[in-house]
């Protein structure tokens, strides 16, 4: 590879490049989706309720200067509706160069209680829907011998929370970075790179029912443990989201970047 002579900062920049953000309506993937258009892309917002509030992202966008971008209702869990992700990204982009599956749900069981639908449901929509999206999409980055992705997984698939019971949903991310790491090998020949992005507890509308429940449950066993003893913010997700989406990280493929306030350091 000849060497980039940009300076690191330009390196960051994302200029000309086209995103799909799933669940990019709120949380983290409104993050993520606003910190891209920020560094030059143009990104479609996959909503699949929040209609509203992926306009407002739109809006954003466009205020930004990324007059091409648009929010497209879909349920990624539905192979059909992924194919129309993909095929409205390619007609109104022309190629699609970054991925971003975000889109998610939580859900608290004990395992012994948990039924066979909430289990199957809980795959679908956290694992099979990230498969969905990659190989939609990964078609046309193969074609054009180019593109990134970016999984968004978790603390969960490397640690066993408590004092929530979720085992199908740690099992969900486990699944979440063991795929990336088999496709970052399949697909490095085809110069695609794919990385996981791992949070740790970040203060989004999903952690506040638990809040709401158990607020000294969640003080002793989410915040305590941190070195930093407090939640993240969605924007603090944000920078990471470019370095992986950039040239920046043009040397990285097949990671997890944790981001978890120090979560896991003692």
């Known amino acids: 590879m000849a060497t980039d002579r940009r300076s690191v900062l330009d390196r960051f920049r994302l200029d000309g490049r086209t995103a799909i953000v799933t669940g990019g309506s709120r949380g983290i993937g409104r993050a993520i989706a606003l910190a891209l258009g920020e560094a030059g892309a143009d990104v479609a917002v996959i909503f699949e309720k929040a209609a509203a509030r992926a306009e ?3 809006a954003a966008l466009h205020a930004l200067g990324r007059r091409r971008s648009y929010a497209q209702q879909a349920d990624v869990a539905q192979s059909q ?24 749900i939580a859900h608290n069981a004990a395992a012994e209680d948990l039924t066979e639908a909430e289990w ?17 999409v990964g078609r046309r980055m193969i074609r054009q011998r180019s593109g990134t992705i970016i999984n968004v997984g978790s603390l969960s698939a490397r640690i066993v929370n408590y004092p929530q019971k979720q085992a199908h949903y740690n099992a969900a991310k486990a699944g979440v970075h063991l795929l990336s790491k088999c ?23 999903l952690v506040d029912p638990f809040l709401a ?11 305590k443990p941190s070195v930093q003893n407090r939640f993240g913010a969605p924007e603090e997700l944000a920078g990471a989201a470019v370095y992986l989406a950039s040239d920046a990280s043009s040397f990285m493929t097949g ?11 003692r």
């Open 56 to 58: 407002e992202v739109v």
């Open 81 to 104: 509706a992924v194919a129309q992700i993909a095929d409205e990204a390619e007609q109104r982009f022309g190629r699609i160069d970054i991925l971003v599956n975000n889109a998610g």
């Open 120 to 136: 199957e449901r809980m795959i679908r929509v956290n694992l099979t829907s990230v498969f969905l999206c990659c190989q939609a």
């Open 183 to 205: 496709l970052a090998v399949e697909w490095a020949p085809h110069n695609i790179r794919v990385n996981v992005l791992v949070p740790g507890y970040i203060h989004t509308e």
């Open 213 to 223: 429940r158990h607020p000294e449950a969640a003080a002793e066993h989410w915040l």
């Open 255 to 265: 990671e997890e970047m944790v981001i978890d306030g120090g979560y896991t350091l």
